[in-house]
T-cell receptor, first 112, second 112 residues
């Protein structure tokens, strides 16, 4: 089944403890991206990648890192999480000639 | 990417057609119109997209005006499961493919 898989689905962590949210897609898509969703602010793009080793900042990149060492994976790294990064995170993948982006099921992160 | 304007909320009776408008008056020639929807806190789901011509698929129809400044998403026979937030997005192709901005969307409520 074609899908975007995020792990974990839920995560509670403490301020300053580095964490990684993984994202993997099995559709051979060139494009991958991370979004966060907060009440009243909608979906905001954090980073995106057009292909392996190519990443660009979205609208809210501060406090996040990404890497794209292989086509199928696009992990989101929070080096020193803070409470304002408590949010619902979505990973997405797509291709320019495709039908649009496929989103993962989301990761609900709480930083205390 | 061009900005889009959608009504914040709409209602529709079950079994009737739901017509969701979107204004994108600053759209440029190479920009596509995409529609997604998000049910509760699930990942957004692709519905349909188009450039100039009207499009139809198994989920919906997309009507784009001749001047391309507005469009309408039509769900021909709305069901209760179509209750969701619907996002209209304008996105360029080519090297700008990766940058994707979601607005606030339209909350569609389908009632019995």
């Amino acid at each position: 089944e074609a899908q975007v898989t995020q792990n974990p689905r839920y995560l509670i962590t403490v301020t300053g403890k580095k964490l990684t949210v993984t994202c993997s897609q099995n559709m051979n898509h060139e494009y991958m991206s991370w979004y966060r969703q907060d009440p009243g602010l909608g979906l905001r793009q954090i980073y995106y990648s057009m292909n392996v080793e190519v990443t660009d900042k979205g609208d809210v990149p501060e406090g996040y890192k990404v890497s794209r060492k292989e086509k199928r994976n696009f992990p989101l790294i929070l080096e020193s999480p803070s409470p304002n990064q408590t949010s619902l995170y979505f990973c997405a993948s797509g291709s320019p000639e495709g039908r649009g982006y496929t989103f993962g099921s989301g990761t609900r992160l709480t930083v205390v | 990417d061009a900005k889009t304007t959608q009504p914040p909320s709409m209602d529709c009776a079950e079994g009737r057609a739901a017509n969701l408008p979107c204004n994108h008056s600053t759209i440029s020639g190479n920009e596509y119109v995409y529609w997604y929807r998000q049910i509760h806190s699930q990942g957004p789901q692709y519905i349909i997209h188009g450039l100039k011509n009207n499009e139809t698929n198994e989920m919906a129809s997309l009507i784009i005006t001749e001047d391309r400044k507005s469009s309408t998403l039509i769900l021909p026979h709305a069901t209760l499961r179509d209750t969701a937030v619907y996002y209209c997005i304008v996105r360029a192709g080519g090297t700008s493919y990766g940058k994707l901005t979601f607005g606030q969307g339209t909350i569609l409520t389908v009632h019995p």
